[in-house]
């Protein structure tokens, strides 16, 4: 009884969904059972339909132990509106699943989810001005020159070019690395790495390159406080003051500071609701609609925790601003409650981390469209980010080391082609510096008297030749 690993790419969680019906039909125990003196054939009761699948689900690999008997039921809710499953009268679509001893059989076929059909989203390739090309509206034909009087010498000039002698001069455009190329290199580099990560040939099915906003990763990496949480311009995107002080109030629980109400029994779990309250109607998720596919893709990689924290930390740079520091925000505190021992419970029938995460799955991380999985997705990706928060939501060194690189060199090289005179002096090549600065001729070495090999050695008379 084991699901088989789905890894990253386009289409994952129908994959999953098809996954886990064909494993269902396949192997979910069916028996001889009796209802109102009746015997019914290969069918199931839908206690025994959630306890099999229950742990199907939880040994699974891709959803993990965190799977709760209450988001079963609702993924068996989902088969029989899909007719997956049916009642033993043959009645399905409308009937509300529920965790009791009514029988459920197996439809004669069970149709699997066919792969959406999506149109190809157009590779953005970044384009880096050529120096030679001339601005938008402008040609060399246009250009107003002097006129010439002709003489001997500009007429051998002339007839030199026309024959080949001597290349044609033509004017140079040398242009700025303006700004809006340094966003396009950001965000060229940044899907780069998102793709190499994932290891596909191509996002293009994956994430929509047309909606990825290069200001929202620059405004990311650097605009930030000395706790790595970002900074926002826009003050009216911020958190209201009142759930900023509810979230301080239990991340730093029992110790609130900021709090001037006075506490009661049962106060911590108020606070809880109000803050649940205020995520849970939030328009759109915290990971945007438009990146649910990326976010879910990089799920394939949790048996490689290091690689699937390099892929989150680059999606996560994608979100927009506000939503990026609402998650730090969020994940902190959730952190922080679970690590808690001092904090009472906030719920009777769940532990803290449980309750954590069935609480904010669905504001972190939703599909526009109704999707089946969603919801075991969603508490697959909270339970990871919870775990690993603090590496996920920092800026990845390596990829804003390249990039500003990268840049640095392009404006170097714009540099050199502008003034290579000015370049040349202050960034000398060996070649330039061997003209600027010829060597000199060594001078011989002074013999000194040390250098002798018995400099002290008194004067001893030789043998002369005369007798």
């Known amino acids: 009884?084991?699901?088989?690993?789905?890894?990253?790419?386009?289409?994952?969680?129908?994959?999953?969904?098809?996954?886990?019906?064909?494993?269902?039909?396949?192997?979910?125990?069916l028996r001889k059972h009796r209802c109102r003196f009746k015997s019914y054939e290969h069918c199931f009761t839908a206690a025994e339909a959630v306890d099999w699948l229950h742990e199907l689900l939880r040994c699974?690999?891709?959803?993990?132990?965190?799977?709760?008997?209450?988001?079963?039921?609702?993924?068996?809710?989902?088969?029989?509106?899909?007719?997956?499953?049916?009642?033993?009268?043959?009645?399905?679509?409308?009937?509300?699943?529920?965790?009791?001893?009514?029988?459920?059989?197996?439809?004669?076929?069970?149709?699997?989810?066919?792969?959406?059909?999506?149109?190809?989203?157009q590779k953005d390739v970044v384009q880096f001005p050529e120096w030679n090309d001339?601005?938008?509206?402008?040609?060399?034909?246009?250009?107003?020159?002097?006129?010439?009087?002709?003489?001997?010498?500009?007429?051998?000039?002339?007839?030199?070019?026309?024959?080949?002698?001597?290349?044609?001069?033509?004017?140079?455009?040398?242009?700025?690395?303006?700004?809006?190329?340094?966003?396009?290199?950001?965000?060229?580099?940044?899907?780069?790495?998102?793709?190499?990560?994932?290891?596909?040939?191509?996002?293009?099915?994956?994430?929509?390159?047309?909606?990825?906003?290069?200001?929202f990763i620059i405004h990311n990496v650097y605009s930030v406080s000395?706790?790595?949480?970002?900074?926002?311009?826009?003050?009216?995107?911020?958190?209201?003051?009142?759930?900023?002080?509810?979230?301080?109030?239990?991340?730093?629980?029992?110790?609130?500071?900021?709090?001037?109400?006075?506490?009661?029994?049962?106060?911590?779990?108020?606070?809880?609701?109000?803050?649940?309250?205020?995520?849970?109607?939030?328009?759109e998720p915290l990971l945007t609609f438009p990146l649910f596919d990326a976010f879910v893709s990089v799920l394939g990689l949790l048996q490689k925790e290091k690689m699937a924290v390099e892929a989150f930390q680059i999606c996560c740079l994608l979100l927009p601003p506000e939503n990026r520091r609402k998650l730090?925000?969020?994940?902190?505190?959730?952190?922080?409650?679970?690590?808690?021992?001092?904090?009472?419970?906030?719920?009777?029938g769940f532990g803290t981390r449980t309750l954590m995460v069935q609480t904010f799955s669905r504001c972190i991380l939703c599909s526009k469209d109704e999707v089946d999985l969603d919801e075991l997705l969603a508490a697959r990706l909270v339970t990871f980010l919870m775990d690993n928060y603090q590496e996920i939501l920092k800026v990845p060194l390596a990829l804003q080391t390249a990039i500003e690189e990268r840049v640095a060199h392009l404006r170097r090289v714009q540099f050199q082609k502008s003034y290579p005179e000015v370049y040349q002096e202050r960034f000398p090549t060996p070649e330039s510096e061997a003209l600027l600065f010829?060597?000199?001729?060594?001078?011989?070495?002074?013999?000194?008297?040390?250098?002798?090999?018995?400099?002290?050695?008194p004067f001893q008379r030789t043998r002369s030749f005369r007798m």
């Open 438 to 457: 010829p060597e000199k001729p060594k001078p011989k070495p002074q013999l000194f008297m040390w250098a002798l090999k018995n400099p002290f050695q």
């Open 1 to 29: 009884m084991e699901h088989r690993i789905v890894g990253p790419g386009p289409y994952r969680a129908t994959k999953l969904w098809n996954e886990t019906v064909e494993l269902f039909r396949a192997r979910m125990p």
């Open 134 to 215: 001339p601005p938008r509206g402008a040609s060399q034909e246009n250009i107003p020159v002097r006129p010439l009087v002709m003489n001997s010498e500009l007429w051998f000039k002339r007839h030199s070019i026309a024959i080949g002698e001597v290349p044609a001069c033509r004017l140079v455009y040398r242009r700025q690395l303006t700004e809006a190329n340094v966003e396009e290199i950001w965000k060229s580099m940044t899907l780069s790495y998102l793709q190499k990560i994932l290891g596909l040939d191509s996002l293009e099915e994956v994430l929509d390159i047309k909606l990825v906003n290069p200001k």
């Open 328 to 348: 730090q925000l969020l994940m902190k505190m959730m952190a922080r409650i679970c690590l808690n021992k001092e904090m009472p419970p906030l719920c009777d």
């Open 226 to 283: 000395k706790q790595g949480v970002v900074i926002l311009d826009d003050k009216s995107k911020e958190l209201p003051h009142w759930v900023l002080s509810a979230m301080k109030c239990l991340a730093n629980w029992p110790n609130c500071s900021d709090l001037k109400q006075p506490m009661y029994l049962g106060f911590e779990k108020d606070v809880f609701k109000t803050i649940a309250d205020y995520y849970g109607h939030l328009k």
């Open 60 to 121: 699974s690999q891709n959803f993990g132990p965190e799977v709760t008997r209450k988001q079963t039921v609702q993924l068996l809710k989902k088969f029989l509106k899909n007719h997956v499953i049916e009642d033993i009268k043959g009645k399905w679509g409308q009937e509300d699943f529920e965790d009791n001893r009514h029988l459920y059989r197996f439809p004669p076929s069970s149709p699997l989810k066919p792969y959406p059909k999506k149109s190809p989203y």
